[in-house]
């Protein structure tokens, strides 16, 4: 499984930008893609689960209401919007691709407990004040 992120840069407060994550490489047509963040110093954070079955979605508390994932079948592309940003979201985000959507559940929600195998490259995300 390969996963290639693009999108990031740098931004204001109460800006927007968006993430892609394209996905090449899975056995199965069914599968997850978790977003996930780190802040220098800080540990890596859950942020939201896409899951292509069904177009399942979850949310970290901390950015829902701000942030969308949406996808386009057709390119194997997963986006993560991101409006209403705040400087605490200051972050590099990766995608990842969990196991299941209930790992992914898991992972974002904080209980942890899985492993995943498949990262992006990472994007740098800054928001400026």
């Known amino acids: 499984v390969q996963l290639v992120e693009s999108g990031g840069g740098v931004v204001q407060t109460g800006g927007s930008l968006r993430l892609s994550c394209t996905a090449s490489?899975?056995?199965?047509?069914?599968?997850?893609i978790g977003w996930f963040r780190q802040a220098p110093g800080e540990e890596r954070q859950g942020v939201a689960c896409?899951?292509?079955?069904?177009?399942?979605?979850y949310y970290a508390d901390s950015v829902k209401g701000r942030f969308t994932v949406a996808s386009d079948v057709a390119k194997n592309t997963v986006y993560l919007q991101m409006n209403r940003l705040k400087v605490e979201d200051t972050a590099v985000y990766y995608c990842?691709?969990?196991?299941?959507?209930?790992?992914?559940?898991?992972?974002?929600?904080?209980?942890?407990?899985?492993?995943?195998?498949?990262w992006g490259q990472g994007a740098q995300v800054t928001v400026s004040s």
């Open positions: 990842a691709a969990p196991v299941s959507f209930f790992a992914c559940f898991d992972l974002v929600s904080g209980r942890g407990g899985w492993q995943v195998r498949h």
């Open positions: 490489g899975f056995t199965s047509k069914d599968y997850t």
């Open positions: 896409f899951g292509n079955r069904d177009d399942s979605v």
